[in-house]
T-cell receptor
Framework: GQQVMQIPQYQHVQEGEDFTTYCNSS?????IQWYKQRPGGHPVFLIQ?????EVKKQKRLTFQFGEAKKNSSLHITATQTTDVGTYFC?????????FGKGTRLSVIA | DVKVTQSSRYLVKRTGEKVFLECVQD?????MFWYRQDPGLGLRLIYF???????EKGDIPEGYSVSREKKERFSLILESASTNQTSMYLC????????????FGNGTRLTVT
């Protein structure tokens, strides 16, 4: 399946700071999905992006799909301790999904 | 709500043992997957299945096999467990649509001594 490079691999933020993780591909993606895995838990589906330039929001989370459909980002505004976990962005449209290493977010209270 | 159930949360086995990891889903999903997760390596796909009695190798199938005799059940088999198979194993299922999200089980942490 298609793979993306996700950066950063780790991020530590103070509670209340913003956080962004980026997923970049060398090829055009069909769609992209985002998952969150809490420490000790399993990945949970957050959202899927399909259209070029698409922006979707879930409360403090903003997901974006690039115009060329080669990159995507997740931005969290004013992080909270509940945001702690690892975020993955597997390209979809071609099963099976390739998850990669994700971005691990730590939030310091 | 979709439920994916893995038979054991924690498992300890000895080197050379044959190990069965069971996964059952209750939403009539066609697709089922086995991943393993290791620190620093992310989730890696071992095997997957799009239908009963059908199986496909993922990225790291060596040392593993699978069985899917019924639609709801997907078993991962370690033919002869080795210490490098100590890991967290995650089962997932999805509908047949290629864009369908994956629903994961809680995982089985396997330790091979």
């Amino acid at each position: 399946g298609q793979q993306v490079m996700q950066i950063p691999q780790y991020q530590h933020v103070q509670e209340g700071e913003d956080f962004t993780t980026y997923c970049n591909s060398s090829t055009t993606l069909s769609n992209i999905q985002w998952y969150k895995q809490r420490p000790g838990g399993h990945p949970v589906f957050l959202i899927q992006l399909v259209k070029s330039g698409e922006v979707k929001k879930q409360k403090r989370l903003t997901f974006q799909f690039g115009e060329a459909k080669k990159n995507s980002s997740l931005h969290i505004t004013a992080t909270q301790t509940t945001d702690v976990g690892t975020y993955f962005c597997p390209p979809s449209g071609n099963t099976p999904l390739v998850f990669g290493k994700g971005t691990r977010l730590s939030v310091i209270a | 709500d979709v439920k994916v159930t893995q038979s054991s949360r924690y498992l300890v086995k000895r080197t050379g043992e044959k190990v069965f990891l069971e996964c059952v889903q209750d939403m009539d999903h066609e697709n089922m997957f086995w991943y393993r997760q290791d620190p620093g390596l992310g989730l890696r796909l071992i095997y997957f299945s799009y239908d009963v009695k059908m199986k496909e190798k993922g990225d790291i199938p060596e040392g593993y096999s699978v069985s899917r005799e019924k639609k709801e059940r997907f078993s991962l088999i370690l033919e002869s467990a080795s210490t490098n198979q100590t890991s967290m194993y995650l089962c997932a299922s999805s509908l047949t649509d290629v864009d369908s999200p994956l629903h994961f089980g809680n995982g089985t942490r396997l330790t091979v001594t």
